[in-house]
């Protein structure tokens, strides 16, 4: 080594020597190069010129190109402005101008109404209010006697004016299914029908009518009857109506047009030169043209309509298909199973970005609904943001129920509107929202949605989805858990171990490394515990005959005392335990296997019902270390019992039936995301802490609860009538650690007693000594909270409170020459250490500023191995108790395959290996 290196100091105590180890961190992050040309330097933007007559012809601009260039040449602006000015004037001067009262005519509403017609195809383009105002602009086209045919799945608003002026103008309105032109024709009547309004796709359950073919019929049959198509949920940029054979097509300019939700407008565009003039007319004479800041707005919002809707339909579409996946009844026609698919690939450019399912249940939807947290409770769509509602009680309340029921409108459909945000996003919301809402779900898509790329030009394509085989609906409905996997992470204790066991504020967090275990459904009525990690140790148990007469079983919601019972104990001891676990190489087991049978047996509500199954767990984490191996493993036999003892909700497979086809059950990926409830992550801490009860003898609680919890926490035992609890901590996750360990076998048990006795010895210097160790916690924790404190000025302190608490440990006798070393080899490198966990040898824990060199790490790492220790660099403060349910119905061979397999992974790969095998859910 380096002789400066064995000069250096700890930097909080000479802070200017800290260059050895430290980066420069401007430098490191290369912020003084210039990789990014600034924008001076990069060359202008240039639209393109005129074509010079040797040049070849230009193609007509794409779409998306037109929606951006804004230019009117008949209506150059005087001063070249970029933009279109807004006009805010109500009258404009002189005699023979060509604008003279903004109700009638202006310039900023022209530009607009000019840019619509391009965009849209028209001849013609007016722009009003508001779309229901478009709406009534068309109907006022109408007179008494006059019928229409409108579609049975109408937006509430078009109801509500259809039926004012059934019964205020004597206008006939007929109701249909407009997905089935058979239905359109009989009624179509030349000389009465004056109208046939349609949307398609249909709001709120996205039906396709084949809008040419209804043209064609419908003007073969009544020549003077309109065709008038509501366009709003495809906007231009999807489909136009007009080039399919439409007489008007109307648009609320409020929603994709505008895309922000900050104004209302309404869009009329037609060809017939007749019916632009009535239009014009009627919007004059009525006063209902959309103001110029209103246009203006607009304006600003179409610029970016084919951007938006790429990006929102390519999220729509995702999200369609994952509720699809989970067999949700989705109405959207972007999915293959929508019945009209086909006809709307034929007419429209992309299936949009709205979509509704249906869930079975009114209430459900309503929890569903209220539970999300992303998507905005709104009606209206179209907006960059997503929202979410329920028809029938939103957008459609105007519409009778029974009417409403008599259409097919279900109460509990929920409409979705995606936005543009991430879309992984948005599903996570909404399948946290749906888990909330009590429904679990299956895990079958572990990657669904791709990186948003934009497209240019090319015909709309669903993007590519990755999925993992979907069930088959058969299988859906037998939602049998053969297998559960559960794990359960270790923990680093920062401050206050031991002292914690007297009623002290301790800190730990949970570590990135995980007992996991395996439990299958026997049929056999045996329980067998399998221990890969001690020695390969294996019992089966013939369930009835294990002690059963000495357990006073715990019935449902009933807690353990605060002592374990003796009774149990000693039958297990004396009964129960097979003769191996008293062979030198199983040492280790007989705790674990006292453990798990008193779980197993207190835990029966019933005594006759005893759940067979075998279990086996691995760790990937050192045993006997500190690190919380015990409590992991608590934290999985307690959740497996409660699992198999049917006491808790994650035992129901939960059955919910959404809709007549489909039952879902099963689990999703959550990357440590909380999708367990805190109720269930309360109860296995509950009965962990049993568990960790018979392995410890007077454990504090903190492993357990770290374990099943994650995270970070400060965790104060209740003890002498003093309040006990735990608080969460969020500054914690980002710090790095290295972990030692010692390779020193102890017990905690042991060592917890050690102090306790060292304690008793000498309660002044006792008490003192835990004062102390509680205002390190203390101190920790503040500045663990604090977010305002700069990180250096953290990271420095709590280096310091490192070292102190150590010095107290060592103090209480639960060091060792092993961990003295540690810190002396750490302390050279000018890093401060600690014993963590009960001490006796286990591990150290290091703190490693964030500026620490890497390759000073490297050699403190490889000179820890050059002395015996085996150093682990771990990131804290994740997932705590996680579950995967495994769904199907697998061949006795097939389970045996899974045990094989998962016992076989080399301890490496395990991690891996699990998270590979499905989703799993997280407290
Ligand atoms: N994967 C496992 N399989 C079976 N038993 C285990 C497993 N991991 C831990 N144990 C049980 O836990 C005991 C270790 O507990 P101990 O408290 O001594 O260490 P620790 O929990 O790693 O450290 P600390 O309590 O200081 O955090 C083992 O002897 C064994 O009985
Ligand atoms: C030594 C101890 O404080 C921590 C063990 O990880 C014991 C306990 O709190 O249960």
């Not at 602009?137 to 045919?149: M, P, Q, S």
């Not at 002292?499 to 439990?519: F, N, Q």
């Not at 990926?669 to 309360?682: L, Q, S």
Request: hydrophobic share 40%.
């Amino acid at each position: 080594m380096p002789s400066e290196l064995v000069a250096f100091q700890n930097p909080f105590l000479t802070p200017p020597m800290s260059a050895i180890f430290r980066k420069n961190a401007p430098d490191a992050l290369g912020l003084s190069g210039g990789a990014y040309p600034s924008p001076s330097s990069l060359p202008p933007l240039s639209l393109p010129d005129s074509p010079a007559s040797n040049r070849p012809r230009r193609r007509p601009y794409h779409f998306s190109t037109q929606c951006a260039t804004v230019d009117n040449p008949d209506e150059k602006d005087q001063y070249g402005s970029s933009s279109v000015p807004i006009y805010q004037t109500a009258t404009f001067k002189g005699l023979d101008g060509k604008f003279d009262y903004t109700r009638s005519g202006n310039p900023t509403r022209s530009h607009l109404q000019h840019h619509l017609a391009k965009i849209y195809s028209a001849q013609h383009a007016f722009t009003v209010s508001s779309g229901m105002a478009a709406l009534d602009v068309i109907t006022r086209l109408l007179k008494a006697g006059d019928e229409v045919i409108a579609g049975d799945d109408l937006y509430g608003g078009t109801n509500r004016l259809l039926t004012y002026l059934k019964e205020h103008n004597g206008v006939t309105v007929h109701h249909v299914d407009t997905t089935n032109p058979d239905l359109i024709v009989p009624l179509v009547q030349p000389g009465k029908t004056a109208m046939v309004l349609l949307e398609s796709p249909t709001n709120p359950l996205l039906k396709i009518a084949d809008l040419e073919l209804i043209c064609n019929y419908v003007h073969r049959i009544a020549p003077d009857a309109l065709v008038v198509v509501d366009n709003t949920m495809m906007s231009p940029y999807l489909q136009r109506p007009l080039e399919l054979g439409a007489d008007i097509v109307y648009d609320s300019g409020t929603k994709y047009l505008s895309g922000h939700h900050d104004l209302m407008a309404g869009v009329v565009c037609c060809n017939r030169g007749d019916i632009g003039k009535q239009i014009g007319f009627i919007i004059n004479a009525v006063g209902n043209a959309l103001s110029p800041f209103d246009s203006f707005l607009l304006l600003r919002g179409i610029k970016t309509l084919a951007i938006r809707m790429d990006r929102q339909q390519r999220s729509a579409m995702a999200v369609a298909t994952f509720l699809d996946t989970h067999g949700f009844k989705v109405h959207y026609p972007g999915l293959q199973n929508h019945p009209g698919k086909g006809i709307h690939d034929r007419l429209a450019n992309g299936p949009g970005a709205v979509l509704s399912f249906v869930t079975g249940d009114k209430a459900l939807s309503e929890r569903i609904v209220g539970a999300t947290r992303l998507w905005g409770i709104s009606v209206s769509f179209g907006a960059v943001n997503s929202l979410i509602s329920m028809p029938c009680a939103m957008s459609h309340a105007s519409i009778d129920p029974a009417v409403r029921a008599a259409r097919g409108l279900p109460e509990d459909l929920i409409r979705l509107c995606v936005g543009i945000e991430d879309p992984q996003d948005l599903i996570d919301d909404l399948e946290n929202a749906i888990m909330e809402a009590g429904v679990t779900l299956p895990s079958i898509m572990p990657s669904i949605v791709e990186p948003f790329s934009p497209i240019r030009g090319e015909p709309w394509a669903p993007p590519p989805l990755i999925f993992a085989p979907q069930p088959v609906l058969e299988e859906r409905r037998k939602p049998t858990h053969p297998h559960w996997f559960i794990s359960a992470p270790g923990k680093v204790i920062l401050f206050g171990e031991h002292a914690v066991v007297h009623g002290v504020t301790a800190i730990g967090a949970s570590v990135d490394l995980r007992c996991y275990a395996l439990a299958s459904h026997r049929e056999d009525g045996y329980i067998s515990l399998h221990l890969p990690d001690l020695n390969d140790w294996y019992h089966e148990w013939l369930i009835d005959e294990l002690p059963w007469d000495s357990v006073t079983p715990t019935r449902i919601g009933e807690d353990h005392g605060p002592t374990l019972d003796p009774r149990l104990m000693d039958a297990i001891n004396n009964r129960a335990l097979p003769k191996s676990v008293n062979e030198e190489r199983f040492a280790r087991a007989k705790a674990a296997v006292t453990a798990f049978l008193y779980i197993y047996m207190i835990l029966r509500p019933d005594t006759k019902a005893k759940p067979s199954f075998r279990f086996t767990t691995r760790s990937t984490l050192p045993i006997g270390a500190g690190l919380g191996s015990s409590a992991s493993y608590s934290a999985c036999v307690a959740a497996v019992n409660l699992i198999f003892a049917k006491r808790t909700t994650l035992t129901e497979p939960v059955r919910r039936r959404l809709n007549s086809e489909a039952t879902i059950s099963y689990t999703i990926k959550h990357d440590g995301r909380r999708a367990i409830p805190t109720e269930v992550a309360d109860e296995v801490n509950k009965w962990a802490f049993v568990a960790e009860k018979v392995m410890h003898g007077n454990p504090s609680g903190v492993d357990n609860t770290v374990s099943v919890h994650g995270g970070a926490i400060a965790y104060k035992r209740a003890v002498n009538g003093s309040k006990g609890g735990m608080d969460g901590l969020h500054g914690f996750r980002s710090v790095k650690f290295l972990l030692t360990d010692s390779q020193v076998p102890r017990d905690t048990k042991k060592l917890v007693a050690n102090v306790a006795t060292r304690l008793k010895d000498d309660p002044n210097r006792g008490a003192d000594v835990l004062d102390a160790i509680q205002a390190i916690s203390i101190e920790g924790f503040r500045a663990l909270s604090d977010p305002e404190i700069p990180r250096e000025t953290l990271l420095a302190g709590l280096s310091k409170l490192i070292k102190q608490n150590h010095a107290f440990l060592k103090e209480l006798g639960a060091s060792h020459i092993s961990l003295e070393e540690i810190c002396e080899l750490t302390d050279e490198f000018g890093l401060c250490t600690k014993l963590t966990g009960a001490g006796g040898g286990g591990c150290a824990v290091t703190l490693i500023p964030d500026d620490f060199y890497d390759d000073s790490l490297r050699i403190l790492m490889d000179k820890l191995v050059e002395a015996g220790y085996q150093p682990y660099l771990t990131t804290v403060g994740g997932s705590g108790l996680g579950v995967y349910p495994v769904t199907g119905d697998p061949t006795p061979e097939e389970k045996e395959q899974l045990h094989r397999d998962f016992v076989g992974q080399p301890r490496m790969g395990l991690a891996k290996w699990a998270e590979e095998q499905g989703g799993w859910l997280y407290v």
